[in-house]
């Protein structure tokens, strides 16, 4: 691709709200992308997926159906927003095959679908296998620039707030899947400032970058 690594061509862009959406397409799709036990705040900690073997590395090209099983994958500890990845309808490289993708800082979640062909990683730490059946000690606080969390299990549910914001430089999303298209997106801001955000336990994931620490309210 050429820039990979460099910038997210994903339709999700972390410098948009729903409705305009399409006049920032080119941005960072999912900006900063997870919810990572490293950068969590004060007294935060989000839950642990069970410890085993990386499903694969943070670095490659990997087929989908015999490199790498379809399923949910997550990546933590990233910093400086150098881990990217992509899911990709082919191995051509071009514009055209990209389905999703993001640079990420701290933790990324990302659903790999039967019907994807090749997915990408870069300068990521190892992924692991998400089961879904693990139960976590969901938390009422989280860093702002933590990348993705799962609610209900890295974080409650419930209305979160984040003071200090300066340049619209925050930007926040819920979602309701780890597949980084438009769909995806409930709910998404770039704010300046206080933000509020109702995070519902309907609710799969919330993404935050750029932020100040959030606390839950109510």
Excluded: Q
Excluded at 56 to 82: A, E, H, I
Excluded at 128 to 153: I, L
């Amino acid at each position: 691709m050429g820039m990979k690594g460099k910038i997210a061509l994903g339709a999700v862009v972390g410098v948009v709200v729903i409705g305009a959406v399409s006049a920032n397409a080119g941005d960072n799709g999912d900006n900063g992308d997870g919810g990572t036990p490293r950068s969590t705040g004060k007294g935060t900690r989000t839950a642990e997926v069970a410890k085993k073997k990386p499903a694969f590395s943070g670095d490659g090209d990997f087929r989908v159906g015999s490199d790498v099983k379809p399923g949910t994958y997550r990546t933590t500890g990233n910093s400086d927003g150098m881990c990217y990845w992509e899911r990709a309808k082919n191995a051509s490289g071009e514009m055209d095959s990209l389905l999703a993708n993001d640079n990420v800082t701290g933790t990324s979640y990302v659903t790999v679908k039967p019907t994807d062909k090749l997915f990408t990683s870069s300068d990521c730490n190892d992924w692991e296998a998400v089961d879904a059946k693990t139960k976590g000690s969901p938390v009422s606080r989280m860093s702002g620039d933590g990348g993705m969390f799962a609610v209900g299990t890295d974080i409650a549910p419930g209305t979160y707030r984040s003071t200090g914001n300066t340049d619209d430089s925050c930007y926040w999303e819920r979602a309701k899947d780890a597949e980084h298209g438009l769909d995806s997106i409930l709910a998404n801001d770039n704010v300046n400032g206080t933000a509020v955000v109702k995070v519902s336990a309907s609710d799969a994931y919330f993404k935050t970058t750029g932020c100040k620490d959030w606390k839950k309210t109510g």
